[in-house]
């Protein structure tokens, strides 16, 4: 197959890229700001501003992809929530230019789209399923819903993916894991909210679901009217002892991690405490396992 990844050089980006090339795929990637040299040898890449219609559909009426994969977005919550014009304009504007320029196709490609658990308010009391009724409190979380909501309207052929808390290996290196061994490393003092909860998802271990759905099953979900997938990690936990374990995992001294109540933190959003969502349908699918985080961690340490 053909796939087109707009938004190859961001975190999940990347590790699509590097999957579907040890996959043997044919794939096309897109960049905007962060252009990867590294990702240039895996695959064809082409600079694009989802934001421009023409543009977008220039590309893919060009390429013609089998599959497009959308993990581009600005995913700075607190960014979203101070210039919400801005990141309206890529993160909801984007997706429909996106989805608009497959009117034309002979063969509608399947769109996979990346959500988060911020489409959620954290008050449900356990973790979230597919079938849960969303309620974002803040102005990223409402874009992601907004992009949902577009695409489940607007798109035949499309798989959801709502995921959470995404850390792993990645050139730039912003995740919250590889911030943190980067703090500690330095031997500096942070502090982590001890009442958020989320079930943190290994990167590698998430592209590896969506391509075995997406190989075992696409066919299927063509078929049908709407689709949301959970893939995540299969524990949930505080962010605080998560970075704990980060910390045991890579050997740094847990003392330099201090646990503060997120409302003593002063950010521009709201971010839902109990947070996370449940992995039964994926799991299911794949008849395996969704990676704990510890195992995660543990496989990020042996590879950077």
């Known amino acids: 197959m053909r796939h087109l990844i707009i938004g190859a050089s961001g975190q999940v980006g990347e590790a699509l890229t590097k999957l579907l090339f040890d996959k043997k795929q044919e794939i096309i990637g897109t960049f905007f700001k962060t252009p990867l040299d590294r990702i240039n040898k895996l695959g064809k890449i082409f600079i694009l501003d989802i934001t421009k219609q023409n ?11 089998d599959v497009i994969y959308i993990p581009a ?3 700075n919550v607190d960014y979203c929530e101070q210039n919400p014009k801005e990141t309206y304009a890529v993160n909801v504007e984007g997706i429909t230019n996106i989805i608009n320029s497959n009117k034309n196709a002979k063969i509608e490609p399947l769109i996979v789209f990346f959500s988060s658990d911020y489409i959620f308010d954290g008050t449900k009391g356990s973790l979230y399923n597919e ?4 309620n974002p409190i803040c102005e990223y979380g409402k874009q992601k819903l907004s992009a949902e909501h577009y695409i489940a309207t607007k798109s035949k052929h499309f798989i959801i993916i ?25 031997e500096k003092e942070v502090t982590i909210p001890n009442d958020e909860y989320g079930t943190p998802t290994y990167s590698p271990d998430l592209v590896d679901a969506v391509f075995r759905v997406i190989n075992n099953i696409g066919n299927k979900f063509k078929t049908n009217v709407a689709h949301v997938i959970n893939i995540v990690g299969s524990k949930r936990i505080s ?3 998560f970075a704990i374990e980060v910390a045991k995992i ?13 409302y003593d933190i002063v950010r521009a959003a709201k971010r839902p405490l109990n947070s996370g969502l449940t992995v039964d349908k994926i799991e299911a699918i794949l008849d395996r396992r969704m990676m704990y985080p510890d195992d995660g961690l543990k496989a990020l340490q042996k590879i950077i």
């Open 239 to 241: 962010r605080y002892d």
């Open 162 to 186: 709502r995921t959470c808390g995404i850390f792993g290996p990645e050139t730039q290196g912003k995740n919250f894991v590889l911030r943190l061994i980067k703090n500690l490393s330095e």
């Open 131 to 134: 079938n849960d009724i969303p």
């Open 250 to 262: 890579f050997n740094y001294d847990v003392n330099l991690i201090k646990p503060i109540n997120s």
């Open 73 to 75: 977005a600005i995913t």
């Open 55 to 65: 543009d977008v559909e220039r590309l893919i009426a060009d390429i013609n992809p």
